[in-house]
């Protein structure tokens, strides 16, 4: 009974033994196919999606690195920020970068009149000199402006901001790849390349206090699409004016007059003029009562002491002393000058074969800043008395006294 029923178990294994093998082949032979199945389906979706991928635009150099090396931190600015921004200029954006220490305000660019800069404006990354700041446009350098030595560099002002796609900014040195002028670093801005439309942008800012407004109009324009038509043609036009600030405009030079500060460093040249003549003409004026009895200064002037304010005052403390008039500078400084400049960018590409295309660029600017600074100082000696207006001519004319006196000392204000 018990030899039967180990026999029976046995028998009843066997039958459980052959459908696991059974299924062990069926999924072995199976594997393979389901594997090709999903390589095949993998394939397909990495197909698709690199159908869908746009154009790359890689920014780089072909050198070789070892494994070590890694690639330099690249900081993009795409369009969308600099709209955000809203910067009407290169040298705007330029300035809000952190790595910058340029001045690049509109001020600092067309006041800057010692070193030959004016209407400049430069970038200067960390701070080692606009000249080892590279500048490219497309990847392409530019020229540099007009400037000597150190300060030699690329004006911003030539690349109007309607004409940014991008800015690619290479923090680091780059002296490696590009050479010297990028010790400091590099800053490559990408123009638009297939825009199509019509774009208006206006500005208008004007000061609290007056002076220094701010006018900006740019347009840009574009036709052709490069995967329908083979062809793109795109132009930005951007023209910006400056308004002058006069120093007299500003409540912290009112305020502090050079007349009460430091009347020492005014000048005895005004408009009207100041007259010098010598001892026996002034007691002449006395005696006609032109002058003050005890008057003891040589130097006067007939609209004493009404001056002609606000840059000729009454100053008896300056060098035209009691009974003159004196100038002070600071009445007719322009801390801004007037500026208008007008730019120009435009680009036209064509599609001759895929993946060949042969483009053209043309850029074009132009900047007019009008500096007025204190009229010019003229002194001119041993004048007749006849030129002297009524009634010192009268005085002056008694006889004994002489028909000249020493001169005048005059600034050329009416000559603008």
């Known amino acids: 009974m018990t030899i039967r029923s180990s026999r029976r178990s046995r028998r009843g294994e066997l039958p459980l033994r052959q459908t696991l093998l059974r299924l062990a082949l069926t999924q ?97 990354l960390r701070g080692v000199g606009v000249s080892s700041t590279l500048i490219l446009l497309n990847g392409r350098r530019l020229a540099n402006f007009a400037s000597p030595g150190d300060e ?7 690349i109007p901001a309607g004409a940014i796609e991008r800015v690619e900014v290479l923090k680091d040195g780059a002296s490696a790849l590009y050479g010297s002028d990028a010790i400091g670093g590099v800053i490559n801005f990408i123009t638009r390349s297939d825009y199509q439309g019509i774009d208006l942008s206006l500005l208008g800012a004007d000061t609290q206090e007056g002076g220094a407004d701010k006018q900006t109009a740019t347009i840009s324009a574009g036709f052709g699409d490069m995967s329908e038509d083979r062809y793109n043609v795109f132009g930005v036009l951007d023209v910006q004016h400056l308004g002058a600030l006069r120093s007299s405009q500003r409540d912290f030079i009112r305020e502090r007059p050079l007349a009460d500060l430091l009347p020492a460093l005014m000048s005895s040249n005004t408009y009207p003029a100041n007259i010098d003549i010598n001892s026996a003409q002034r007691n002449a004026l006395i005696a006609a009562g032109l002058l003050a009895p005890g008057t003891t200064r040589t130097r006067i002037n007939p609209s004493s002491p009404e001056c002609n304010p606000p840059a000729t005052v009454y100053a008896p403390e300056g060098p035209g002393g009691p009974v003159a008039c004196s100038y002070d500078y600071m009445k007719d400084t322009e801390i801004y000058p007037d500026s208008d400049k007008i730019g120009f960018m435009g680009r036209a590409a064509v599609e001759v074969a895929d993946g060949h295309r042969l483009f053209a660029e043309l850029s074009y600017t132009q900047a007019k800043t009008t500096y007025r600074l204190s009229p010019n100082p003229q002194r001119i000696r041993n004048l007749p008395i006849s030129v002297l207006p009524e009634p010192y001519r009268s005085a002056l004319s008694a006889p004994g006294l002489p028909s000249t006196f020493s001169g005048i000392r005059l600034r050329m204000s009416e000559a603008g």
């Not at 890689?58 to 690639?71: C, M, N, P, Y």
């Not at 305000?105 to 200067?124: C, V, Y």
Request: proline share 3%.
């Open 28 to 124: 072995a032979l199976l594997l393979p196919a389901g594997l090709a199945v999903a390589q095949s389906s993998g394939d397909a979706e990495i197909a698709a999606k690199a159908a869908e991928m746009d154009t790359v635009f890689v920014t780089g150099s072909r050198i070789k690195r070892i494994d070590g090396e890694t690639a330099l931190p690249i900081e993009i600015i795409t369009r969308e920020e600099i709209e955000t921004r809203g910067v009407t200029t290169a040298a705007e954006m330029v300035k809000t970068l952190t790595a910058n220490t340029a001045p690049l305000a509109d001020g600092a660019s067309i006041t800057d009149g010692t070193s030959g800069q004016r209407g400049f404006n430069g970038a200067n």
């Open 152 to 158: 030699a560099g690329v004006d911003l002002n030539n």
